[in-house]
């Protein structure tokens, strides 16, 4: 029953995302960053929750469809425009593990210049309360999902100084990844 009830609040707070980012002040590509985002922090959130972690395996229904964190990182980076470049690597904030991980570093390198300046000017304090505000408020309205080590979401500054550290070092280095990656 809990479960059934942990999906049920995902597809409200999917659908709700969808229909609150679709404010008339807002532009489509607003809308686009908004949903990219939301849907990298809601594969975190579920994936880390104590009654999301075997949500695919008890409901096959649950997971149908591409991951919704790779389809956020996909978003992201096969976009040039600032915007999305900048969302790109504020991504950092997040403890992004497995495709999801290997698709934001291959993106950041295939940007090289557009993401070495941004790299370097990185508001780590800035990003860490970001993420803090959104696994809480993400927690809030979705209560069913259960204890969440919030650790297992949002990066430390020390963990997001260290990754930067190793992308400038790889964007120097003329590191690039597959082009179908």
């Known amino acids: 029953m809990i479960k059934r009830s942990l999906l049920i609040a995902l597809v409200i707070y999917s659908v709700f995302t969808c229909f609150n980012v679709a404010q008339a002040d807002e532009s489509r590509e607003d809308r686009v960053l908004a949903i990219a985002n939301d849907s990298i922090l809601a594969t975190l959130m579920v994936s880390n929750s104590e009654n999301g972690r075997n949500l695919c395996i008890d409901n096959k229904l649950a997971c149908v469809g591409g991951d919704r964190a790779e389809l956020g990182i996909l978003l992201f980076g096969e976009c040039s425009k600032t915007e999305y470049v900048k969302g790109l690597v504020k991504l950092i ?23 070495l300046t941004l790299l370097k000017n990185v508001n780590y304090a800035l990003l860490k309360g970001q993420c803090e505000e959104e696994y809480n408020t993400f927690l809030k309205n979705n209560p069913d999902l259960g204890k969440i080590n919030e650790k297992a979401i949002c990066r430390s500054v020390t963990e997001m100084k260290q990754q930067v550290i190793e992308l400038i070092k790889a964007i120097k280095q003329k590191r690039s990844c597959d082009k179908d990656f």
């Open 93 to 115: 904030r997040f403890q992004l593990d497995g495709a999801v991980s290997e698709d934001f570093t291959c993106y950041v390198l295939q940007k090289k210049e557009q993401t």
